[in-house]
C-alpha cells in the first residue's frame, strides 16, 4: 500500500514536469513580436485601402513609435490579410509587420490610409443568402384544437350477386400549445364480414423550432443512410426536423470568387433570371452561398464598374443534397421495441429494445461525413461513410459497416454515384455483403414471417441507370437502366430495360417502353402510348402493351374545370385485357371538401362506388368542415358573415353565417399573411387592421381575431375652443368613461370608441393646463355618427 502511494506521487511529479516542459518549449517558440503585452491607445478609426473606403469603423491600439494593433478577423474584414512572415495569424496582431503594407494615421479625421499590394488584399465576403435569426417562442403562433382527417369509400359490386363495402382511413390530432397527439386508423366493413378495426399509428410529437429538434414518442420510424433500412418501433425517437427553421440553409451552397478594380456592381444570372446582386469594394470579393437550386447550374456572373463597363464570366455550379453545409449536424436517434404487422390482425410489438442512431455533419462544402448505428438483444451494427463532390459534375458516396448477432459476423459496402454532364444524367451503385450482416430488420425478419421462410438476405446489388437526349433537333429524351441482385441461397435476379419519350402534334407526347427480368419470375414487356392535350382543358390518351406475349390496350378522355381547385375533374376509360372493361369517374374539390364518383362495367362484373375526403376540424370555439389538413391553418374571426377573405393577396372564400372561415394549406412557421375585404362590413363596423401575419406551429392551428365590432359605439367628434375655433391638432385627449387616451386631429377631429350615453373629454395643453368637453351619443345603425362644435372648455 505505501509503495503504490509513493508510485502515484512519482507519476503526479512527472506529468508535473511533463507539461512544465511542453509550456516552457511552446513559450520559447513564439515569436517575441507576437507577444503582445504593451498597452496603449485604443483609436476606433474608418479604413482606407489604396484610397478607396471599406465602409468599416475598426478597433486599433497606438503603441507609438509607428506600431500599431489590431485584431486579425476584423483586418481581414476590412480587406487586409494578417499574415507575418508567410503564416497567418490570430487574436492581436502587429499592423506594423505585415510586409508590403504601408499606413498613414490621420487622427484628427479618425482615418487610417492603408497601401498595399493587391496580394496583401483579403477576399470581401458577400452572403448571397441572408442570415437566419434564431426565432423566439413567442414568434410562433400556437392553439388548441382538434383535427380529424378522413377518407371514406362505398362500393357496390355485381358479380354473381350483389355486395358492398364500406371502408374508411382516419387521422386524428390534438395539436396543442406544447405538441400534437396523433392517431390514424381504419374502418372496415364488407357485406357478410364481421367490422374490422386497424391501429396504424400513436404518437405524441413536440417540435423545438429553436433547436430544429423534435421529439416523438409512441409509434416511430427510424431512418438512415441508404443501405441502412427503416423500421417501424414503439419507443421514442430524438431528431433533426430542418423543417422547424425553414429560414436555415442546411445544403453546401457554391461560392464565387472575383476582382474589381474599382467599386462595382455584381449581378448573378442563371436561367436568365437575376438570382443576385449586390455592391462590392475595390479589390477581390467572395460571393457566398449563391442560391442555385440542386444539380448542375450554367450561371453568367456580370461585373459592372462605375463607368459602366461590363466583365462577363459563364460558369457552371453544382449543388447537391447529399452535401451538407459546413458545421451542420443532421441526427437522428431512436429507443424502442420493433413493430411487426401494422395494419393487420397479427399487429404486436415484439424482438425485444433496440436502439438507432444516425449522424450526418458538414465538415467542408465538399465532405459530408455520415455514422450510423443499431443495436439490441444479440446485435451490435455500426457503420461509417460519407459523400464526396465531383468537381461540378457531381456527387459519390461509400460506406462501410461491421455487424456481430445471433446470425454470426458479417460486413457490407456500398458505392453509388450520382453525375450530370451537360444533359447526360448517370447514377450507380453497388452494394455487397459479406459473412451473416445483420440489422434489426434481419433480426426481426423470422418473427415477421408469420410461418414462412423470410427470402435470404442479397449479398450483392448493383444498379445503374442513364437518360440523355436521342436526337439533337428534336425535343426529346431516353433513358436506360440495368438491376442486378443476388441472394444468399444463390438465387439471381436481372432486369434491363430502355424507354424513349417525343413531343408529337406540337403539344402531344409519344413514349415507348421496353423491360425483361430474369430470375424468380421471369417477364417481357414493350408498350407503346400517346398523350394529346384537346384544348387547353381537354385531353386524351391510349396505350398498347404486350407482356410475356399477352396484348393489352387502353383508351382515355379527360377534362378539368376553368378553375383547378373548383368544379368537376372527369375521366372516361376503356380497356381491353382478359375481355373489355370501360370505366368512367368524376370528381370535385371545394373549400369543404373532395367527393368522387366513379363506375366500372365488364362482362364478368360491375362496381359503382362514392369517395369523400376531407375534414373535421374544432378549433377558435367552432365547427369547420375542410379540405385535408396535412399541415398548419387559421380560423379567420371577421366578425360578420359574407366578409371577402385573402391569403397572400389571393381570393379564398368568404366566411360563414358565424363570420368565420378556415384557411388550411398555410406554411408553417413561416410568415402567412391574411387580410380581410372590408366593402362587405356595414359602414359603421370598427375595424382596426384589415390584415395581419401569423407563423403558425407545424401540424398546428391559429386563431385570427380581426377584432371587428358590426355594433359599434363609436363617432367622429369635433372638438372647438369656447371661441369656435377648432382645437390644436395633435394634443392628448382622455375619454373619462373608458380611460382610453386619443390623439386630436386636424379641425379638431377625434374619432372615439366605447361611447356612452353621456360622454366626457379632458384635453391636455403643452402648458399643462386642460379643458373638458361633455357631449351626448345616440348610435344610428349603419352610419358612421358625426358629433360637430363640442366646446372644449
Given amino acids: 500500500m505505501p509503495q503504490s502511494h509513493r508510485d502515484n506521487r512519482a507519476r503526479q511529479v512527472l506529468y508535473f514536469l511533463g507539461v512544465s516542459l511542453f509550456l516552457q518549449s511552446a513559450a520559447s517558440g513564439l515569436n517575441a513580436e507576437d507577444m503582445i503585452v504593451e498597452e496603449g491607445r485604443v483609436l476606433h478609426l474608418e479604413v482606407f485601402v489604396n484610397g478607396w473606403s471599406s465602409d468599416l469603423i475598426t478597433r486599433f491600439v497606438d503603441l507609438d513609435g509607428g506600431r500599431l494593433l489590431a485584431d486579425a478577423e476584423e483586418l481581414e474584414r476590412t480587406g487586409i490579410k494578417p499574415i507575418i512572415a508567410g503564416r497567418r495569424v490570430r487574436g492581436d496582431i502587429r499592423v506594423d509587420l505585415i510586409e508590403n503594407l504601408s499606413f498613414e494615421l490621420d487622427e484628427a479625421a479618425q482615418i487610417l490610409y492603408f497601401t498595399a499590394p493587391m496580394e496583401n488584399y483579403a477576399p470581401r465576403e458577400i452572403n448571397a443568402t441572408a442570415s437566419p435569426t434564431e426565432p423566439s417562442p413567442d414568434e410562433v403562433d400556437t392553439g388548441t384544437g382538434l383535427v380529424l382527417n378522413y377518407s371514406l369509400n362505398t362500393e357496390l359490386t355485381r358479380a354473381s350477386a350483389f355486395s358492398y363495402s364500406v371502408a374508411g382511413e382516419f387521422d386524428a ?40 429538434t423534435q421529439v416523438q414518442l409512441g409509434d416511430i420510424s427510424t431512418r438512415g443512410p441508404a443501405w441502412a ?27 464565387y470568387e472575383g476582382s ?10 442563371a436561367d436568365s433570371i437575376r438570382r443576385f446582386s449586390t455592391d462590392v469594394p475595390f479589390g477581390p470579393f467572395l460571393l457566398a452561398d449563391l442560391p442555385f437550386s440542386t444539380g448542375t447550374t450554367d450561371a453568367e456572373i456580370v461585373v459592372r464598374d462605375v463607368t459602366g463597363r461590363e466583365t462577363r464570366v459563364n460558369q457552371p455550379f453544382f449543388v447537391s443534397s447529399e452535401l451538407m453545409r459546413p458545421g451542420v449536424f443532421d441526427y437522428s436517434l431512436a429507443l424502442g421495441v420493433p413493430r411487426l404487422g401494422i395494419g393487420t390482425a397479427s399487429d404486436r410489438y415484439t424482438g425485444g429494445v433496440h436502439g438507432v442512431g444516425t449522424l450526418r455533419f458538414g465538415l467542408t462544402p465538399d465532405i459530408t461525413l455520415m455514422a450510423h448505428t443499431e443495436f439490441g438483444e444479440n446485435l451490435r451494427m455500426a457503420g461509417l461513410g460519407g459523400t464526396v463532390r465531383i468537381g461540378k459534375i457531381g456527387t459519390a458516396s461509400a460506406s462501410v459497416a461491421h455487424s456481430r448477432s445471433g446470425f454470426g459476423t458479417g460486413m457490407m459496402g456500398e458505392f453509388s454515384t450520382s453525375l450530370t454532364l451537360n444533359s447526360f444524367r448517370l447514377s450507380a451503385r453497388a452494394m455487397r455483403k459479406w459473412g451473416e450482416f445483420s440489422d434489426i430488420a434481419r433480426n426481426t425478419s423470422v418473427e415477421s414471417s408469420q410461418g414462412f421462410d423470410p427470402p435470404a438476405q442479397i449479398t450483392s446489388l448493383n444498379q445503374f441507370s442513364a437518360t440523355m437526349p436521342v436526337l439533337s433537333d428534336r425535343n426529346d429524351g431516353g433513358s436506360i437502366f440495368y438491376a442486378d441482385t443476388r441472394r444468399a441461397d444463390g438465387l439471381q435476379e436481372r432486369s434491363i430495360g430502355a424507354s424513349y419519350s417525343t413531343k408529337v402534334f406540337d403539344q402531344g407526347t409519344l413514349s415507348l417502353s421496353a423491360m425483361a427480368s430474369r430470375g424468380t ?34 383508351s382515355f378522355i379527360s377534362g378539368t374545370p376553368k378553375d383547378r381547385d373548383r368544379g368537376w375533374h372527369w375521366q372516361a376509360q376503356a380497356e381491353q385485357n382478359t375481355q373489355p372493361e370501360i370505366a368512367a369517374s368524376a370528381r370535385r374539390r371545394s373549400q369543404y371538401g373532395g367527393i368522387e364518383f366513379a363506375t366500372r362495367h365488364s362482362t364478368s362484373r360491375q362496381a359503382a362506388g362514392v369517395r369523400a375526403r376531407g375534414a373535421v ?15 398548419a391553418f387559421v380560423v379567420v374571426n371577421a366578425g360578420a358573415p359574407g366578409v371577402e377573405v385573402q391569403y397572400e393577396n389571393r381570393s379564398i372564400g368568404v366566411t360563414g353565417p358565424s363570420g368565420r372561415m378556415l384557411v388550411s394549406g398555410l406554411r408553417s412557421y413561416q410568415r402567412n399573411a391574411l387580410s380581410i375585404d372590408p366593402a362587405s362590413l356595414p359602414l359603421d363596423a370598427d375595424v382596426p387592421h384589415t390584415r395581419q401575419v401569423v407563423r403558425p406551429a407545424q401540424r398546428s392551428g391559429v386563431v385570427l381575431d380581426f377584432g371587428i365590432n358590426t355594433n359599434p359605439a363609436t363617432a367622429l367628434v369635433s372638438l372647438v375652443t369656447a371661441e369656435g375655433e377648432p382645437i390644436e391638432v395633435g394634443l392628448a385627449a382622455m375619454h373619462t368613461e373608458s380611460g382610453e387616451s386619443y390623439i386630436v386631429g386636424y379641425d379638431g377631429q377625434v374619432y372615439l370608441r366605447d361611447l356612452q350615453k353621456h360622454n366626457e ?8 393646463s386642460t379643458c373638458r368637453a361633455e357631449f351626448d351619443f345616440t348610435r344610428e345603425p349603419g352610419t358612421i355618427s358625426q358629433i360637430s362644435g363640442v366646446v372644449c372648455q
Fill in 173 to 212: 390530432r390534438l395539436f396543442t400549445p406544447f405538441g400534437t397527439l396523433n392517431h390514424s386508423f381504419t374502418l372496415a366493413y364488407r357485406q357478410g364480414e364481421s367490422r374490422r378495426y386497424r391501429r396504424l399509428t400513436t404518437y405524441w410529437r413536440t417540435p423545438i423550432p429553436g433547436r430544429t
Fill in 521 to 554: 419470375t421471369s417477364n417481357t414487356v414493350f408498350g407503346i402510348s400517346m398523350h394529346v392535350p384537346l384544348g387547353s382543358r381537354r385531353n386524351a390518351g391510349t396505350r398498347v402493351s404486350s407482356r410475356d406475349g399477352r396484348l393489352r390496350a387502353s
Fill in 761 to 768: 373629454l379632458i384635453v391636455h395643453f403643452p402648458n399643462m
Fill in 229 to 255: 433500412r427503416s423500421v417501424r418501433m414503439g419507443g421514442i425517437i430524438l431528431e433533426r426536423n430542418f423543417e422547424l427553421r425553414p429560414d436555415l440553409v442546411t445544403i453546401a451552397l457554391p461560392s
Fill in 617 to 631: 376540424v374544432f378549433a377558435g370555439g367552432g365547427f369547420f368542415l375542410s379540405d385535408r389538413i396535412e399541415d
Fill in 260 to 269: 474589381a478594380e474599382v467599386p462595382s456592381t455584381v449581378d448573378v444570372y
